[in-house]
Structure formats: structure tokens, C-alpha cells
DNA sequence: TTTTAGATCGTCT
DNA sequence: GACGATCTAAAAA
């Protein structure tokens, strides 16, 4: 299914498949349900790879299967998983999801206010609830040994909907690559992307 | 309820 | 030097 597919067919085949982190002794299951695809060099503005391969982005170069595991705004970690083979980037990006197992240690890396719907609602809270950071950029989710590892088993997808990327300017926003189920609480909000403000 | 500003730093220009 | 595949708290409406 991973593979050699570009990351817009494979994004929808990931809704309800489930993501499990082996950290610190701790499991923590979440069934995806919301992602968004994001394409390779020259053919998605949006994407970490438009332009070329950097140091930053090689992973998603890299073999598929694999997690692209990054950095942003200073202080956020998400999660993708490589979809195309080697030397061809593309990537789907896990952005929100429902924790069904490790609940209790989901809400302790999150908050103890932190409602159950919200625990993984949005890609930087679903990497805080996995306890997933940049250590774990480049492991292959498909080795049983991984400490973070996808299966698809159960991802039979019931109402699929389709929609604008968020967070993504310009051009990239115009490409509706963001999937998520339909009527699922734990899906983050659409946001525009938003420019800052000048002063 | 919706909007805004600030936090915070690696990456690319 | 500018800004981002974000989130939260606080202010405004």
C-alpha cells in the first residue's frame, strides 16, 4: 500500500489506521482521522520539497514506510510517513486522530485538563500524546521492532471527506489535499493560513 | 464565540 | 533576516 503511490492516493487509505508509540515503557495507540498529502519537488508549493532536497527535508526522499519527523515554529514536532520511493519525495502528514489506547498516558504528556476528544487534535498535539520528537525521524513505521509503528488494519475508511490543506499559503492552500472522516470530534478546525500581521 | 498576539528557533534566502 | 505543514492564552465583540 506504502510504496510507490503519490501521497494523494495513499492520505484517504490512512484514515482509520492506527499509529503506535513503545516510549518510555509507555503504549499509546491513535486511529487517524485526519491527514493531509503533501508532493514532490516542483509539483506542490505547500510541500517541505517544492523546491529541492535539503538536509531538512531528506527523509522524505528517503525509502517509504518511513517516518519524516520535523521541527517548526520553534517549538512543534509532526509526524509524516514517506510514501514514494527512494529519491522521490512525498509524504502524508498525520494531523489529528483518536486515542484508543494509553489514554492515561496520553493525558499525562498532554494536560489533566485536557479533554479526550482534544488529546490528539491537531499535528502537534498528536506527536505530544505519542511522545514522538525528532529522535525519531527516519524509522521505518513498519518494522515490528520500531518504537512507533503503523498499522493499517482497520482502515476502512466509512465517509471520507476532502477539503483545503490549513496552515499552507498561497498556491498550496488552493490544493485540497487534507482528508479526514466525517463526523469525527477529534479532527482539528480548519484555519486559513494567516500572514503576520506587520507592525 | 471569534480574533489576535506572542512564544521561540531551525531552515532557507 | 524573515518566516513557518502550530498552539495557547487572553482580548475583543
Do not use: K
Not at 487517524?32 to 506542490?44: P, Q
Amino acid at each position: 500500500m506504502l510504496g510507490n503511490r503519490h501521497a494523494v492516493e495513499v492520505a484517504p487509505l490512512l484514515l482509520g489506521a492506527t499509529i503506535t508509540s513503545r516510549i518510555d515503557g509507555q503504549r499509546v495507540s491513535i486511529r487517524l482521522t485526519e491527514v493531509e498529502a503533501y508532493g514532490g519537488v516542483g509539483e506542490d508549493p505547500g510541500s517541505h520539497a517544492f523546491r529541492r532536497e535539503t538536509p531538512r527535508n531528506a527523509t522524505m526522499f528517503g525509502p517509504p514506510g518511513h517516518a519524516y519527523v520535523y521541527f517548526t515554529y520553534g517549538m512543534h514536532w509532526c509526524l509524516n510517513v514517506v510514501t514514494r520511493p527512494e529519491g522521490t519525495a512525498g509524504a502524508v502528514l498525520m494531523r489529528a486522530g483518536e486515542v484508543v489506547e494509553g489514554i492515561e498516558t496520553a493525558r499525562a504528556r498532554r494536560g489533566t485538563d485536557v479533554r479526550d476528544r482534544d488529546l490528539a487534535r491537531g499535528p502537534a498535539r498528536l506527536t505530544v500524546a505519542l511522545g514522538v520528537t525528532g529522535v525519531l525521524d527516519a524509522v521505518d513505521l513498519l518494522d515490528p521492532r520500531s518504537p512507533l509503528q503503523l498499522s493499517l488494519s482497520g482502515a476502512a475508511p466509512l465517509e471520507v471527506r476532502v477539503g483545503p490543506r490549513t496552515g499552507v499559503g498561497g498556491y498550496g492552500a488552493a490544493t485540497p489535499w487534507r482528508f479526514h472522516l466525517a463526523d469525527e470530534p477529534s479532527v482539528s478546525p480548519y484555519r486559513a493560513a494567516q500572514r503576520r500581521r506587520p507592525t
